[in-house]
């Protein structure tokens, strides 16, 4: 299960607070599920982040909430990785 995640951007800057709490609680219900039911759980939100500060937010999301190619790429590494392990 991946973790949800926000960054700063266009869609969200005006509303970053209230959707980072909801983002973060989110994340929280879904890390509990996944444990529930033996699933793997993919962090993102920190992987995001330290990708946005070494590069700019606009290179790993649209606006805040939807990744660019960037984002993806990050994404599906960190799925890899999580699988990978689960399956080895």
């Given at each position: 299960?991946?973790?949800?995640?926000v960054?700063?951007g266009?869609?969200t800057n005006p509303?970053?607070?209230?959707?980072?709490?909801?983002?973060?609680?989110?994340?929280?219900?879904v890390?509990?599920?996944?444990?529930s039911?033996?699933l793997?759980?993919?962090?993102?939100q920190n992987?995001?982040?330290?990708?946005?500060?070494?590069?700019?937010?606009?290179?790993?999301?649209?606006?805040?909430l939807?990744p660019t190619?960037?984002?993806?790429?990050?994404?599906?590494?960190?799925?890899?990785?999580?699988?990978?392990?689960?399956?080895?």
């Amino acid at each position: 299960m991946l973790e949800s995640f926000v960054l700063h951007g266009k869609l969200t800057n005006p509303y970053f607070k209230e959707l980072s709490e909801s983002v973060y609680r989110y994340a929280g219900i879904v890390y509990d599920l996944s444990r529930s039911f033996a699933l793997p759980f993919v962090p993102l939100q920190n992987k995001l982040t330290s990708l946005a500060k070494k590069t700019t937010n606009a290179y790993v999301s649209i606006d805040g909430l939807h990744p660019t190619y960037a984002g993806h790429e990050l994404i599906s590494t960190e799925l890899f990785s999580v699988l990978k392990a689960e399956l080895l």
